[in-house]
């Protein structure tokens, strides 16, 4: 995989890329974005620090959302979760203990820990609305964690 510099256009449309799911920082501005293509798959970085990932869709890194701490699609787990989703597996209703609006099946969820660090990110399984009613069963299928971290495997 060869790395490069974005040009100033394709700068823009990741610019725009980050605007439209609510993941801009005004930081980006003054920063080189660096894209490693490999297979359809991209890995942003800015200074070497993996930001983003995209194949189907744009996917921000556990450090990206705690530099810009998005509050919408998030939910908060408790002490007992925490291992198991950062080893990458699901998260389940049981564990969460505050839920962000603007959740449904097919978004991505980002998930944060009892002090509010953010740890992974998923697809959601049920929506805002279901998992207030019941929290059963799995929520969201974790697909970026310290364990599973698309850029480096």
């Known amino acids: ?15 725009e890329k980050l605007r439209e ?18 297979k359809g798959k991209k890995c942003y970085s800015i200074g070497g620090r993996f930001i983003a990932y ?30 198991h989703i950062l080893n990458g597996a699901k998260l389940f209703g049981k564990g969460i203990t505050q839920i962000g609006e603007s959740i449904r099946p097919g978004s991505l969820v980002y998930v944060k820990d009892p002090t509010g660090r953010f740890i992974a990110v998923g697809i959601a399984t049920k929506s805002t609305e279901e ?8 929520a969201a299928e974790i ?11």
Do not use: Y
Not at 1 to 11: E, G, I, N, Q, T
Not at 32 to 37: K, L, Q, S, T
Not at 63 to 77: R, Y
């Open 21 to 38: 799911n609510n993941l801009w920082a005004d930081f980006f501005s003054n920063s080189n974005i660096e894209v490693e293509e490999h």
């Open 54 to 83: 995209e194949e189907d869709r744009l996917l921000p890194s556990i450090d990206l959302l705690n530099a810009i701490k998005p509050e919408i699609s998030s939910v908060t787990v408790d002490n007992g979760a925490v291992p």
């Open 131 to 138: 998992l207030k009613v019941s929290r059963e069963g799995p």
């Open 1 to 15: 995989m060869a790395r490069h510099v974005l040009s100033k256009k394709d700068m823009k449309i990741f610019f």
């Open 143 to 153: 697909i970026m964690s310290p364990a599973k971290n698309p850029c480096t495997q």
